[in-house]
């Protein structure tokens, strides 16, 4: 990694922490339901939503009912987006005239979208219709990170709630992370990011000549370049803050309409990580203790931070064979050197590889960089940030009561360790709790490695590898790992959108994303119902330095035990051969 | 109780499709429109009353004459702006390989007294297909041939890049870059003055 | 010695039977590849396998090793209760009894077996006869033999009513005869209990436990899937390598038992026993491995004063006459007083009076006195003395000072200030004033003091450093209960305790949250000793003490609730660390099993071989002997527990993690290694 490099990392995360607080204690606020500046304006407009549909907002649920509430409105929303696909060709606002989507990709995008996976099988400027990317897409951005902000809310007050029947309301924390958090933060973000020339409008395409002359494959002339473009900045922004993820172009945040300035980079991936390391402050607010909230904060910069580390310092190191044909690889200041087959030359590698690593750390998947060509030591960690199981800030919601699984699973065995039955601010972990904390974590591998053997074993999907060696391999455990977490970004030379991919892959999303909602809310239930436990010298401190550390390990060694194989088999050995 | 949760999701739903969907893109555009109605809009390079290209948006360039762009994997042709597009090869793909010593290959022929190496970026496709850049090295090692090519002094060349020339934010955001197109047209302007600007 | 181990051994291959085994999901799956390798060498042998005979018949081997070790492992730690059990139980064999067929002693007896006693009968039991059952003693009063339960040969006295009471099947009566009401049915006595649950056949799992083995289970379904989808990866790799052979099965079942955590899969159920065996070697039996479990989560102990922080008695320390009276005059009075009382109180008055002035009972006639003993009425005891020659009649009272002031008043006496002041000074130290008079003339007070036993209050403070704090119960009254807490250095203390005051304290901290332990003997102890989450009761307490509780001490040692404590503790402790240690090895196990399964396709994989192990065949052997040898190797660790020293959670942690968690990761690269090098010497591999 370079100098400037270093500066970058640095200048990024004091940046990223410097929001934490604020929009933490903000979120935390909302989420109580105190007033905020915002009520003013966003009041009115929430009780209008409750009163149409007849939510009452101090009615609590138990965690099945907020469970069912969770499904429904999910299953809602996958109807809608499937539809829409379906018939976008009879729907009006289709400037590129593009026909209703098949089945397969229809089933794959609307679980992806309502998942919060968005997982892309298909290029957005070729495919849907500018009504599908807003009535459908855009709406499920906002709502499906909203859901797993719900999710977590609920998740938090089964920890911060002692004796208690109900967790809250799922309809008021979803109505509340949407009007108050997501939707200010998307206004904001997608104006600064028009400033930058990221396009917003109704139109379809233009069309400019070449300046130079330019073929096409088959020696034809081609007099022009049709520049596609549209309402980019307003979905961009949510797709970033809602760790959404799925672009308005195919290539992602690395097509300069999405993504055209190192400003409107660092904007873009501060968005990612915003929202699921702010919550981490909110959670410790909504339990009583901020240092609970900076411990996890702090394991999950643990690990992120060396991760980026490896991925800049292996994308700068750049590709040995191209050398011998007298390519020039060091960076200067007048080149960025390294790797840069995939990337742009204005993020450079250091923005490329921050991105690469945040946008895997949390589960957004958007990419400013084509993640298939990198490094091997590059892919892998994007393989392992996935793998850890999107709990090192990981989705925005899902990311926190994942990793809080893995705290319930840490204190449980450092409660063994400490001679006493282990107990998380004031709840004694129990059989029932350790049953749905496994169930949370085993259910990942099982979609990956289960996913990946099918691929490797299938003709149909063997058939969509276009890399050879070992590359291969990872481009069918990219695409299992990444549907299996929710993530959504890509290995892209994959063929993805075939029947097989978009099925099991669809098929992947929608059990990693609701298998481990409903047991997070069920150990929710479990631990509000528990009395408090006072603490006392014989009580584990959770927020130390020895805690976070020992978390960091837990988080390492259950994600890494059980990739390590399919890793080493993959980019591993990969770079080796290198 | 599905019932009563299926309602209300229902009209949660439609709300949100109204207010998100609708309101929220229509709003942002309104005020896109408004206030950087240039950038919104696609950045649109017009010269002479016509458009010519969009700053952000690159154009492919392999004559000569011109500052070459770096290679595109969109299809069917380079730097289709309606299908973005990465050539996704992997670091040890021989295509890759072949591909990238291809063009060096290329490079030093249309150059025979090049001998530096040649720049990455230059060898390299981009993310998007659609790349506008290139890097300041990436320019001056073309501005032997150009020179030559148009009989304009590489000194003037060499200041027009420096003139072309992005530096990162704060010296430190993003990378060092100069626009092609931009670049191409600026030296389109410098041959019809005849080399003096 | 030897025996010992055969029998262990004997048990453990009985145990291998699968319906037994899948009760451990974790040796369960080893057990399952172990018979699957075996196959695949006898598929081997006849000259199709997929590798050469012997070395899947050594992984074979290994991995019934793994099995049998594991077996062991809890044989062994059942091994001891089976012959303190099986003694026992021949003890009481044939035992006949005499069941009375009225109600009094002459009412005629018939002779019936011990198992066909039923709660409710009533039987003679006359010196020399075992017990038949656990019963109430309704009549008489005899010493018992109790050494078959508490391996104490020092005879107990039972007696009827108060709180000796209780008398417990299999412990025979070696004078005197009771009349013993039975309180249990036939196989449901304490001893049986006891051999129950020494044998663990009643052993059931305990909530940690199950929370651990959920986890232990999802590990163990983890690496399964890792195993499985890692022979489609293989073929695919070699397909895509262009070179080398799949991975064979034998390898994988190799890879998933060194992955899966056998280590405290294995020694998990030996863990448990062996925190019931530590407990029944200090002389505790608990009636459930829950109890065990919650003693090490304790937070608060309720220990009465009497017994557990003071020596038990109070003793005389010092005579403070009164006004005008000379101290030989009031020890001679307290002296006299004190003649007929035998408790250890007026016995230590009597000591204090002859240390400090030589005084003995000379000189009177027993005839003469007229002894009137304490009754709670009075609150005082005391003599009446005629005196020869004179009408006069001395009436020497001891006894609270209120009392002794009121018999003083009746008198027409008067309670000089400067003995309130005395009283109230020595009541301030957490003394007892004993006010002596002599008709109408306070003589002055003895003061009675409770000894605090030495080194407890060094135990309260470990207590507090492990979280738990220690709240006295007393009958004193609070400023008495003070001074003794602050002297014995308790968190708190209860003063003029009454039983349902007990209750309500342990209602209240159990509100928080807390849990609460307690010992108590008597009959008035049983509601608290139901409510608290962990009850000892001493083995020479009532019947129905005993059946509140959910842990009898035979020694009846009020403060081994402190071990009891340490032991829960180190229950958890043992399971934990080895769950740790189980985990980190894997990372090592990866380092030598990898390399070596693609050898043939990824040769480069190679460079992660960092152990530098002989071969692919060695590496692969020498992790599943280690993984074998691992769990003899912590055998001991798991009977013994580990040592626990306290401390505070987070320097536990810290400790533990440091040995069981860093020393898991670094010790299988050792003895890995240590068996491949000499795997390859004897040229194996």
């Known amino acids: 990694m370079t100098i400037a490099g270093a500066v970058q990392l640095t200048a990024f995360l004091l940046v990223l922490l410097a929001t934490v607080r604020p929009l933490g204690r903000y979120m935390a606020r909302v989420y109580g339901g105190e007033r905020t500046f915002l009520h003013p304006l966003i009041g009115p407009i929430e009780r209008l939503m409750h009163r149409f549909a007849g939510i009452r907002p101090d009615d609590e649920f138990g965690w099945k009912e907020n469970a069912i509430a969770m499904l429904i409105f999910n299953a809602l929303g996958f109807i809608v987006v499937y539809v829409l696909q379906r018939t976008q060709g009879m729907l009006p606002f289709d400037p590129g005239r593009f026909p209703g989507v098949p089945p397969d990709l229809a089933f794959n995008t609307a679980v992806s979208f309502v998942s919060n996976t968005n997982w892309q099988a298909y290029g957005g400027e070729t495919t849907m219709s500018h009504l599908t990317q807003m009535l459908g897409l855009t709406v499920q951005n906002f709502v499906s990170a909203a859901t797993g902000m719900a999710v977590l809310v609920l998740f938090i007050r089964g920890i911060a709630r002692h004796s208690a029947h109900t967790l809250g309301s799922f309809w008021v924390d979803l109505i509340r992370s949407v009007l108050y958090i997501l939707l200010p933060l998307s206004v904001i973000l997608s104006l600064g990011l028009v400033s930058q020339g990221v396009v917003q409008t109704f139109d379809g395409t233009r069309t400019i000549p070449f300046l130079d002359r330019v073929v096409d494959a088959g020696g034809a002339d081609v007099p022009s370049q049709a520049i596609a473009v549209g309402p980019v900045a307003s979905q961009i922004a949510i797709k970033q803050l809602g760790t959404n993820g799925g672009g308005f172009f195919n290539t992602n945040a690395a097509h300069p309409f999405e993504n055209p300035t190192p400003v409107s980079n660092s904007l873009e991936l501060l968005a990612i990580l915003l929202i699921p390391a702010a919550l981490c402050y909110t959670f410790g607010v909504m339990v009583g203790d901020t240092r609970e909230g900076w411990a996890i904060l702090a394991a999950m910069l643990v690990i992120f931070i060396p991760f980026v580390v490896l991925t800049a310092g292996a994308e700068q190191a750049g590709v040995p064979s191209y050398t011998g044909g007298g390519v020039g690889m060091q960076a200067s200041p007048g080149q960025p050197g390294g790797n840069m087959e995939g990337k742009e030359v204005r993020f450079g590698i250091m923005q490329s590889a921050l991105w690469a690593t945040a946008t895997t750390a949390a589960s957004n998947g958007s990419v400013n960089a084509m993640h298939d060509s990198f490094t091997p030591m590059g892919g892998f960690v994007t393989l392992v940030m996935m793998q850890l199981g999107e709990v090192v800030f990981g989705g925005v919601g899902s990311g926190l009561y994942g990793m809080l699984v893995f705290v319930i699973v840490a204190v449980f065995v450092a409660g063994l360790l400490v001679g006493r039955t282990p107990e998380y601010l004031g709840h004694k972990i129990e059989p029932y709790d350790m049953k749905m904390a496994s169930l949370l974590i085993l259910i990942m591998p099982l979609l990956v490695l289960g996913g990946t053997a099918l691929g490797v074993a299938l003709e149909a999907g063997r058939s969509s590898i276009t890399n050879p060696g070992p590359h291969g391999f990872s481009q069918v455990l990219y695409a299992f790992t990444s549907t299996g977490n929710n993530n959504g970004s890509a290995f892209a030379g994959l063929a993805a959108n075939t029947p097989f991919y978009n099925v099991a892959g669809g098929i992947a999303m929608l059990v990693s994303r609701y298998w481990l909602a409903i047991p997070a809310l069920a150990l929710a239930g479990s631990l509000a119902a528990k009395k408090r436990i006072p603490a006392s010298e014989g009580t584990l401190p959770t927020h130390t330095a020895l805690f976070v550390s020992w978390l960091v390990a837990i988080v390492l060694i259950v994600g890494a035990l059980n990739f390590i194989p399919a890793l080493a088999l993959g980019p591993l050995v990969e770079h080796l051969l290198l | 109780m599905v019932a009563k949760h299926t309602r209300t999701g229902l009209v949660v739903l439609v709300m949100f499709t109204v207010i998100t969907g609708v309101i929220y893109p229509v709003m942002v555009t309104a005020v896109a429109q408004l206030t950087f109605s240039h950038e919104a809009n696609g950045s649109i390079i017009i010269r002479d009353g016509t458009a010519v290209g969009s700053a952000l948006i690159g154009q492919p360039f392999d004559s000569p004459g011109y500052f070459w762009s770096r290679p595109s994997a969109t299809a069917p042709f380079p730097y289709n702006a309606a299908a973005s597009g990465g050539s996704n090869l992997s670091s040890m793909n021989p295509a890759l390989v072949e591909r990238v010593h291809h063009a060096v290959a290329r490079i030093r022929s249309a150059d025979t007294t090049m001998h530096q190496p040649v720049p990455v970026d230059l060898v390299t496709a981009s993310g998007s297909g659609l790349d506008p850049h290139i890097s300041p090295d990436a320019a001056r090692v073309q501005v032997p041939r150009i020179a030559r090519e148009h009989g304009i002094s590489s000194g003037l060349l060499y200041a027009l890049v420096d003139h072309h020339t992005e530096r990162p934010l704060f010296g430190f955001f993003g990378a060092p870059r100069v626009n092609v197109l931009l670049l191409n047209l600026d030296l389109d302007g410098l041959r019809q003055t005849g080399g003096t600007r | 010695m030897m025996t010992r181990y055969a029998t262990a051994l004997r048990d453990a291959l009985r145990k291998m039977d699968p319906r037994q085994m899948i009760r451990n999901p974790v040796m369960f799956v080893v057990e399952i590849g172990s018979a699957v390798t075996t196959i695949l060498w006898v598929q081997a042998l006849t000259g199709a396998g997929e590798a050469p005979a012997w070395f899947i018949g050594a992984i074979a081997f290994w991995l019934w090793i793994t099995v049998v070790f594991a077996n062991v492992s809890e044989a062994i730690a059942e091994g001891r209760g089976k012959a303190q059990a099986a003694a026992l139980r021949r003890s009481r064999e044939c035992v006949k009894a005499r069941r009375l067929t009225g109600t009094t002693p002459g009412a005629g007896h018939e002779d019936v077996l011990a198992g066909d006693l039923h709660a ?271 009408a006069g009649v001395r009436q020497i009272r001891k006894g609270a000072s209120d009392a002794v002031k009121a018999f003083v008043q009746s008198a027409g006496g008067s309670m000089p200030a400067a003995v309130e002041r005395t009283i109230q000074d020595i009541s301030r130290q957490g003394a007892t004033p004993l006010v002596v008079a002599e008709n109408a003339e306070i003589l002055g007070v003895i003061q009675l003091k409770d000894i605090v036993k030495g080194g407890i209050k060094e135990r309260f403070a470990r207590l507090r450093s492990m979280g738990i704090r220690t709240i006295m119960i007393t009958g004193d009254n609070p400023l008495t209960a003070a001074a003794i807490a ?200």
């Open chain 3, 486 to 685: 602050a002297e014995a250095g308790v968190d708190d203390f209860l003063a003029e305790a009454r039983p349902e005051d007990k209750l309500q304290l342990i209602r209240e901290h159990q509100r928080e949250g807390k849990l609460v332990a307690m010992t108590g003997d008597g009959t008035n102890d049983a509601p608290a000793l139901a409510q608290a989450d962990v009850a000892v009761a001493m083995n020479t307490g009532t019947q129905s003490a005993r059946e509140a509780s959910n842990m009898i001490d035979l020694d009846s040692n009020p403060t081994k609730l402190m071990e009891i404590v340490e032991i829960g503790k180190q229950l958890l402790m043992t399971r934990g660390a080895l769950t740790t240690f189980s985990i980190a090895n894997d990372v090592a196990k990866y380092f030598a099993i990898i390399p070596a399964a693609f050898a043939t396709t990824y040769p480069a994989l190679g460079m992660l071989n960092i152990m530098g192990l002989g071969s692919p065949a060695s590496a692969i052997l020498s992790a599943v002997i280690f993984n074998a040898l691992i769990i003899v190797a912590l055998i001991p660790l798991a009977l013994k527990g580990i040592r626990y020293a306290p401390m505070s959670a987070a320097t536990l942690l810290r400790r533990h993690l440091l040995i069981y968690g860093v020393g898991g990761l670094i010790a299988p690269f050792i003895g890995i290694k240590a068996i491949d090098l000499l795997l390859t010497s004897f040229g194996l591999g």
């Open chain 3, 120 to 390: 409710g009968d009533v039987v003679l039991v006359a010196s020399g006869d075992l017990i038949p059952a656990d019963g109430e003693v309704v009549e008489g009063i005899a010493s018992v033999d109790e050494s078959a339960i508490t391996g104490e040969s020092a005879p107990v006295i039972r007696e009827s009513g108060g709180d000796r009471s209780a008398v417990t099947g299999g412990t025979r009566v070696l004078s005197d005869q009771l009349v013993v009401r039975i309180t249990s049915e036939p196989g449901g006595g304490f001893l049986d209990r006891m051999i129950a649950l020494i044998e663990g056949a009643k052993r059931q799992k305990t909530p940690n436990e199950i929370a651990l083995n959920i986890l232990l289970a999802a590990f163990t379904i983890i690496f399964l899937v890792v195993c499985v989808t890692l022979l489609p990866f293989s073929v695919f790799s070699v397909h895509a390598a262009g070179q080398g052979t799949p991975i064979t099965v034998s390898v994988l079942v190799a890879l998933l038992v060194c992955l899966i955590p056998t280590t405290i899969g294995g020694l998990l159920s030996a863990i448990g026993i062996a925190g019931m065996d530590r407990m029944i070697r200090h002389n505790v039996i608990a009636t459930s491995g829950r109890a065990i479990e919650a003693a090490g989560d304790v937070d608060v102990l309720l220990l009465d004063k009497t017994g557990t922080i003071t020596l038990g008695n109070r003793m005389a320390t010092e005579f403070s006459p009164a006004p005008g009276v000379t101290p030989e005059r009031l020890a001679e009075a307290a002296h006299i007083s004190s003649m007929a009382d035998e408790t250890p109180e007026g016995r230590s008055v009597a000591v204090l009076a002859k240390e400090r002035y030589g005084l003995r009972g000379r000189g009177l006639h027993e005839a003469s006195m007229h002894f009137i003993p304490f009754s709670a009425q009075t609150r005082m005891s005391g003599v009446d003395i005629a005196q020869e020659g004179s």
